[in-house]
């Protein structure tokens, strides 16, 4: 499976951004996609999360409310829609594939096994 996310950029705080992540290869097996970041001197967070079996939503608290994570299954892209965004927000997202993973490990990035680049996301304030 190769990931491909594209979409980031610079935006003032307050406004949007669309991050896209297309899946390519063997994505027959895919489970469950989610969106990480990772700040600049700080460790990889998880962002949004979906699990394709029953469709489950996962968002972190810093995000929820902002964010929506979403997927078309014909274009094998997921897609992390990214409103009133906040400086806080600047960081490298990363979207990332894994298996059918339970809901516990839905917000641990060990648990999925395939990466996308990153994208930079910065937001000025």
């Known amino acids: 499976v190769q990931l491909q996310a594209s979409g980031g950029g610079l935006v003032q705080a307050g406004g949007s951004l669309r991050l896209s992540c297309a899946a390519s290869?063997?994505?027959?097996?895919?489970?469950?996609m989610g969106w990480f970041r990772q700040a600049p001197g700080k460790e990889r967070e998880f962002v949004a999360a979906r699990r394709e079996r029953d469709k489950m939503l996962y968002y972190s608290n810093s995000v929820k409310g902002r964010f929506t994570i979403s997927r078309d299954n014909a274009k094998e892209t997921v897609w992390l829609q990214m409103n009133s965004l906040k400086p806080e927000d600047t960081a490298v997202y990363y979207c990332?594939?894994?298996?059918?993973?339970?809901?516990?490990?839905?917000?641990?990035?060990?648990?999925?096994?395939?990466w996308g680049q990153g994208t930079l996301v910065t937001v000025s304030s």
């Open positions: 990332a594939a894994g298996g059918n993973l339970i809901t516990s490990s839905m917000r641990h990035d060990r648990y999925y096994d395939y």
């Open positions: 290869g063997r994505t027959s097996g895919i489970g469950a």
